[in-house]
């Protein structure tokens, strides 16, 4: 019986040290290739097609040059031709500069990026204001004529973007992108004659439009479909 018993144990540790011998390492899963996006410096050709929809609106055309995997330059311009606004019939132009970051993602993919972009718009649109005129009607004696004039407004705009870039199709040739930022304006109208004044009930109304010259809230936000060459 104790032979039986040593045998056994000397058979156990024998096929032990042979299972810890001859077991393979575990492989390592392979990891897959990083996507570079894009693979060489390149230009991109874009339109935004939020600019057809807003206040004052038009097509537009935007150029990007990613001259590495991180920074890239980009400048659209728009053609402001009409004005969604009843009363509005404002028309112009907006440029838009950007320079801009790529952050490195997932499997480094380098899509999302962070961006500062500036803004200058320009308007001409047809407005009117008023005139006194003596008169002998009203306790005041005083009354009002309309003056029509064109008007001229300028934009000045600096916003902090972010935003993420995606390419797909043969060769990776077509491009989307959305973004969306954080910013102040400023907005300065020229071209009212001199001598003229707003009664106030045309104050009351104009007021809540935002259309008086002052800082306010700017917040960029665009959709893009292109081209990459």
């Known amino acids: 019986m104790l ?16 299972d810890k011998k001859f077991r393979w390492p575990k492989r390592p899963k392979p990891r897959p290739a990083p996507v570079v996006i894009p693979p060489k410096p390149g230009l991109v050709i874009s339109t935004n097609l939020f600019s057809l929809h807003e ?17 890239a330059v980009v400048l659209e311009g728009t053609a402001l031709l009409y004005t969604l606004e009843e009363e509005g019939n404002g028309k112009g132009f907006r440029i838009q500069p950007e320079l801009r ?30 005139r006194e005129v003596l008169s002998g009607s009203g306790p005041t004696g005083i009354d009002y004529e309309p003056v029509y004039y064109e008007a001229k407004k300028q934009v000045f ?14 060769k990776d040739r077509f491009m989307v992108e959305m973004y969306a930022g ?36 700017h917040i960029p936000m665009g959709v893009r479909m292109g081209y990459c060459f």
């Open 3 to 18: 032979r039986f018993l040593c045998l056994f144990l000397f058979i156990a540790n024998l096929a032990m040290a042979q």
């Open 55 to 71: 206040l004052e609106g038009g097509p537009s055309l935007a150029f990007e040059y990613r001259a590495s995997l991180h920074w």
């Open 101 to 130: 970051y790529y952050f490195p993602g997932k499997h480094r993919s380098f899509r999302g990026f962070f961006s500062l972009q500036g803004t200058y718009k320009q308007t001409t649109f047809q407005d009117s204001t008023f």
């Open 157 to 170: 705009a600096g916003a902090a973007n972010i935003g993420f870039q995606a390419r797909f199709g043969r």
């Open 182 to 217: 954080l910013g102040l304006k400023f907005k300065d109208i020229f071209g009212k004659p001199a001598g003229t004044v707003e009664p106030m009930d045309k104050v009351i109304e104009i007021i809540p439009r935002f259309e008086e010259p002052g800082t306010y809230l």
